[in-house]
């Protein structure tokens, strides 16, 4: 499926009717496995993104170049609809316009830019704090200048209702909706209330992370809410398999004990891509 394709599908995503929960993708295995399960639509988030590229916290220590890295394997494995947590596009506006091109051409379908101060400021105590409202406007507008395809999703994301207050955050939304932007990504949802809050002033489709699961699907539809993040099970269960294996292991005991945690040749086959690798062995290998 051609890139463009991939990004008018996940921008159906936006339009139709319902909500929906992506698959947490974070590298070729997982991307590989989602969409064979059915997952159209995939989130690499900032915090597990810098965990796998770099086995570190989400401190804004990574760099756009690798995340651009990291969104090529993932999308190269298979025709999932990437969305990418673009965190505060790596700096300005300018830098902002830098980044929607280079997820772009690492085949990312969309992208969220957050209004958070990045990385956190000397002697804030790790508080979220946001820039500026007009700031962020300006970054947004770029972001939506530096698209090369019009189909690539561009998201703006405020995490007011956490740092700072409702009434901002209704603001913010009001400001970051003329700016051209596909949808508005919300942090720190937690009542209806706040969903009531945000609707009044756009119309534009809502996309919601840190939501707790009393907010069911079925509550957030009619608020236009279309994605809703429920964590990011998928990596931090993997960090426990690797953990208890690797302790397995170093104790000495026998690898028989763990085979009931074997994948079986199907999954492993699925992972990687082994189906596709084998057609084009018998296509252009010969014998």
């Given at each position: 499926m051609h890139v463009t394709d991939r990004r008018r599908r996940l921008r159906d995503y936006f339009q139709r009717e319902g909500c929906v929960r992506p698959a947490s993708v974070f590298d070729p295995v997982s991307s590989r496995t989602a969409y064979a399960l059915g997952f159209e639509v995939g989130m690499l988030g900032g915090s597990i993104a810098s965990a796998v590229i770099l086995g570190a916290p989400d401190v804004a220590v990574m760099t756009l170049t690798e995340l651009a890295d990291q969104v090529r394997r993932i999308t190269r494995a298979s025709d999932i609809s990437q969305i990418v947590d673009a965190d505060n596009g790596y700096g300005n506006a300018l830098n902002v316009m830098r980044t929607v091109r280079e997820l772009e051409d690492a085949g990312a379908s969309g992208m969220t830019i957050e209004?958070?101060?990045?990385?956190?400021?000397?002697?804030?105590?790790?508080?979220?704090?946001?820039i500026p409202l007009d700031e962020m406007?300006?970054?947004?507008?770029?972001?939506?200048?530096?698209?090369?395809?019009?189909?690539?999703?561009?998201?703006?994301?405020?995490?007011?209702?956490n740092a700072t207050s409702l009434d901002d955050a209704v603001e913010r939304v009001a400001a970051y909706a003329d700016t051209g932007v596909d949808g508005i990504?919300?942090?720190?949802?937690?009542?209806?209330?706040h969903l009531q809050a945000v609707r009044a002033v756009t119309n534009l489709p809502f996309m919601l992370g840190s939501t707790p699961e009393s907010l069911t699907m079925d509550v957030l539809a009619p608020y236009g809410v279309k994605i809703v993040l429920r964590g990011h099970g998928t990596f931090t269960q993997t960090?426990?398999?690797?953990?208890?294996?690797?302790?397995?292991q170093a104790s000495g005991a026998p690898s028989a004990e763990l085979a009931d945690r074997e994948p079986t040749p199907e999954m492993m086959g699925i992972a990687t891509g082994t189906a596709d690798y084998r057609s084009a062995r018998d296509a252009y290998l010969g014998g």
């Open positions: 209004d958070t101060s990045l990385p956190s400021r000397y002697g804030s105590g790790g508080k979220e704090e946001l406007t300006g970054k947004l507008r770029a972001a939506v200048a530096a698209r090369q395809d019009d189909a690539t999703v561009i998201l703006g994301r405020t995490h007011a209702i990504f919300l942090m720190g949802i937690r009542e209806e209330a960090v426990r398999t690797v953990y208890e294996s690797l302790e397995h």
